[in-house]
């Protein structure tokens, strides 16, 4: 069973629970679904958040602390070649990319395990564009923006953009409807 974040034409949101992704394009491809609020038949898959297996999560933390070993010694490396102070802290580490995450899977997985891997990593990339194409970036600001929507002082659409933890707590206090992405960096491929 899949469960998939729907939209109908008037952008009512709803969730609807299916066999596959075969059974969702079946049943809408055939006015099969509708809207519980309006009744609307004309439905679309809309931006939903998966859900990451803890193995995969550990995977890309291994790989994070890869990627963050690899800059340490690069920089020790330039540091100790060019005589000059390292960077400060505040600079982030590069994030991994899809490939360092499938790269630093345990070797217990099988070729079907790092299929499904590849996979969520391909949908979360799928996410980011979608987020990026339909809703507005307000970056450190998107705590201050999400509570101007909520209040009713800006009008509502998508936004994405960065909130610290303390933020995040807060507006989860007062209610705020937001829900936290794993942001992916982009690849060439």
């Given at each position: 069973?899949?469960?998939?974040?729907?939209?109908?034409?008037?952008?009512?949101?709803?969730?609807?629970?299916?066999?596959?992704?075969?059974?969702?394009?079946?049943?809408?491809?055939?006015?099969?679904?509708?809207?519980p609020v309006c009744g609307d038949s004309a439905v679309a898959k809309a931006p939903m958040a998966p859900r990451?297996?803890?193995?995969?999560?550990?995977?890309?933390?291994?790989?994070?602390?890869?990627?963050?070993?690899?800059?340490?010694?690069?920089?020790?490396?330039?540091?100790?070649?060019?005589?000059?102070?390292?960077?400060?802290?505040?600079?982030?580490?590069?994030?991994?990319?899809?490939?360092?995450?499938?790269?630093?899977?345990?070797?217990?997985?099988?070729?079907?395990?790092?299929?499904?891997?590849?996979?969520?990593?391909?949908?979360?990339?799928?996410?980011?564009?979608?987020?990026?194409?339909?809703c507005d970036y307000v970056g450190d600001r998107f705590a201050e923006e999400a509570r101007r929507i909520h209040?009713?002082?800006?009008?509502?659409?998508?936004?994405?953009?960065?909130?610290?933890?303390?933020?995040?707590?807060?507006?989860?206090?007062?209610?705020?409807t937001f829900h936290r992405i794993p942001w992916l960096p982009r690849t060439d491929s």
């Amino acid at each position: 069973m899949i469960l998939f974040a729907l939209k109908c034409s008037s952008d009512h949101r709803f969730e609807g629970w299916f066999r596959n992704g075969a059974a969702y394009d079946e049943q809408a491809a055939s006015h099969l679904i509708a809207c519980p609020v309006c009744g609307d038949s004309a439905v679309a898959k809309a931006p939903m958040a998966p859900r990451i297996a803890k193995g995969v999560a550990k995977a890309v933390d291994r790989a994070h602390e890869a990627a963050q070993a690899k800059d340490a010694a690069t920089e020790t490396k330039d540091a100790n070649a060019n005589a000059a102070a390292p960077a400060p802290p505040s600079v982030p580490a590069t994030i991994p990319t899809p490939a360092d995450v499938v790269a630093a899977l345990p070797p217990t997985l099988n070729d079907a395990q790092r299929e499904a891997v590849a996979e969520v990593m391909r949908q979360l990339s799928e996410v980011r564009r979608t987020v990026e194409k339909n809703c507005d970036y307000v970056g450190d600001r998107f705590a201050e923006e999400a509570r101007r929507i909520h209040y009713g002082e800006a009008d509502p659409r998508g936004i994405y953009g960065e909130a610290s933890s303390e933020d995040v707590e807060e507006l989860n206090e007062e209610g705020v409807t937001f829900h936290r992405i794993p942001w992916l960096p982009r690849t060439d491929s």
